[in-house]
């Protein structure tokens, strides 16, 4: 960076922090945002799917074998009612089980019976009913019939001839928590490298034409190279702060709900060095893309409508990635910009070190930042794009 590019880089941080609206929008914003979500999703994840909260239930058949046995259930209540239906419908019971009158008497004489249950699918909290008494019936009839195999002389056993045990790979890699933080991680990172800069670029760039700052600026002895140089490192500066933050509160948001956001064991440094660097490039590219359209816009509220879409060009592949299987990254994947990135910062995040990609994606994101920086300065060498406000 030459000496003048520095003075410019210095005058645009300054101005960047002196204005309050983007110090909220940019710092203070993504690290409140995400606790509160966490507050908010985390306490409806739990009333929803938590499975020691009682089901309210209601069954009809009168008393029975089975009926004793969901009694005996912490998680289910069971309610007296002669409308079952009409409480299912306004949830009052999340679900209801209809029961043969002479169940007891069928059983014991080997009799197949069918239990209907009957419930909301598109109510979560009828679904997880469902489930608990589907667990309930399914543990008496393992019971029952071990009983009837004993009366018959016949091993149990025989019910398990194949168990399936489960044996977990020895690897610290924080199992299903470093899971979840892989599907929504890198996104984050992505999401947030990329339009963490827009602020301070619409004001850098849109924002001088409207006060009518531009043009003193062209008259002093620095370069347009060295002008647009020092502007571009302000917006860098903008996005990586932008990026800590949404980092910073999605950590919090990790601390408060664990159960949604998930637990991710300790990365090597190596790990976080490099999705540092990775996050750096996207937030290269997209900083001087963001300038770009910034000097191309007439008036800062012009800028903000060419610059929204840009949310929208991350949002597609990093939804599109959000399912990606860090450790089977399609080879094509590598070449495609903004994939290229979030999938190398999957392969990061679960401990995943692949030279070749490494190396594929670093290259591919200096080849990008160049191309923008290359169109940047011709942009700002171009009088009639530059004036024309």
């Known amino acids: 960076m030459s000496k003048f590019s520095w003075i410019v880089f210095k005058k645009e941080i300054i101005d960047i922090f002196r204005d309050k609206k983007t110090i909220i929008t940019s710092i ?7 606790p509160i979500i966490a507050l908010a999703m985390g306490g409806g994840m739990k009333d929803s799917f938590d499975p020691s909260i009682p089901s309210p239930i209601a069954i009809v058949g009168g008393e029975n074998e089975l009926t004793e046995h969901i009694n005996s259930i912490e998680n289910l209540e069971i309610i007296d009612t002669d409308e079952p239906e009409k409480l299912l419908e306004e949830l009052d019971v999340h679900a209801y089980l209809v029961i043969p009158e002479n169940f007891d008497e069928m059983i014991e004489n080997s009799e197949i019976q069918e239990i209907e249950v009957h419930y909301d699918p598109s109510s979560q909290k009828s679904g997880l009913a469902f489930s608990k008494i589907k667990d309930v019936i399914e543990t008496m009839k393992i019971e029952k019939t071990k009983q009837k195999l004993d009366e018959l002389n016949i091993d149990s056993k025989i019910l398990d001839l194949v168990p399936v045990k489960p044996v977990e790979i020895e690897k610290d890699n924080g199992g299903i928590g470093m899971m979840m933080m892989s599907m929504i991680l890198p996104m984050l990172i992505a999401i947030y490298a990329a339009v963490g800069g827009i602020p301070a670029a619409v004001d850098l760039g849109a924002g001088e034409k409207e006060r009518q700052t531009l043009e003193p600026l062209l008259t002093t002895n620095a370069s347009r190279n060295a002008l647009i140089m020092g502007k571009y490192f302000a917006v860098v500066v903008a996005g990586i702060l932008g990026t800590i933050a949404s980092l910073l509160g999605f950590s919090l948001a990790s601390i408060i709900s664990p159960e949604f956001y998930g ?3 300790g990365l090597p440094i190596l790990n976080v060095l490099l999705m540092g660097v990775f996050a750096l490039l996207i937030c290269g590219v997209f900083s001087a893309l963001e300038l770009l359209v910034s000097f191309y816009a007439r008036n800062f509220k012009e800028a903000q409508t060419y610059l929204t879409p840009f949310t929208f060009i991350v949002l597609i592949p990093a939804y599109f990635t959000m399912f990606l299987d860090g450790k089977l990254i399609p080879e094509i994947y590598i070449h495609i910009p903004i994939l290229n990135t979030i999938s190398i910062l999957k392969e990061l995040l679960i401990g995943v070190i692949n030279i070749p990609h490494i190396l594929m994606v670093f290259g591919w994101g200096v080849v ?11 942009m700002i060498h171009k009088e009639k794009v530059v004036f024309r406000n």
């Open 28 to 34: 203070i914003l993504p690290i409140v945002i995400f």
């Open 263 to 265: 637990q991710a064991a």
């Open 368 to 378: 990008y930042v160049a191309i923008a920086l290359f169109l940047v300065n011709k």
